[in-house]
């Protein structure tokens, strides 16, 4: 069972990154999935997931309009197209496959990819 991250990087502000999360050996369909982040010196947060259930898309406040959240035909890869990436949104981001009934907080989460770094500075 494995959450495999990528895509992070160096960019400048208001560029586009688009990281991606593959799942193997297991079906992220029975799970929400989505993506957490952890800058320095902060809790980590939850930033969207796609939940199980309905398929709706759920962003914190500070990354609404800006980022957008999907996953591929098969199901087992989820992207997180960030864009118009501010200084703020510098952390390493971690997808994570969490329970189906729950909310998206680290408590509820049963699967963590290694987190992939992103850093956008002018």
């Known amino acids: 069972v494995q959450l495999q991250a990528s895509g992070g990087g160096l960019v400048q502000p208001g560029d586009s990154l688009r990281p991606s999360c593959a799942a193997s050996?297991?079906?992220?369909?029975?799970?929400?999935i989505g993506w957490f982040r952890q800058a320095p010196g902060n809790k980590r947060e939850g930033v969207s997931y796609?939940?199980?259930?309905?398929?709706?898309?759920h962003y914190v406040d500070s990354v609404k309009g800006r980022f957008t959240i999907s996953r591929d035909n098969s199901g087992n890869t989820v992207y997180l197209q960030m864009s118009g990436l501010k200084p703020e949104d510098t952390a390493v981001y971690y997808c994570?496959?969490?329970?189906?009934?729950?909310?998206?907080?680290?408590?509820?989460?049963?699967?963590w990819g290694k987190g992939t770094q992103v850093t956008v500075s002018s």
């Open positions: 994570a496959a969490g329970d189906a009934s729950g909310e998206w907080h680290e408590r509820y989460i049963y699967y």
């Open positions: 796609i939940a199980s259930k309905s398929g709706g898309t």
């Open positions: 050996g297991f079906a992220l369909k029975y799970y929400n």
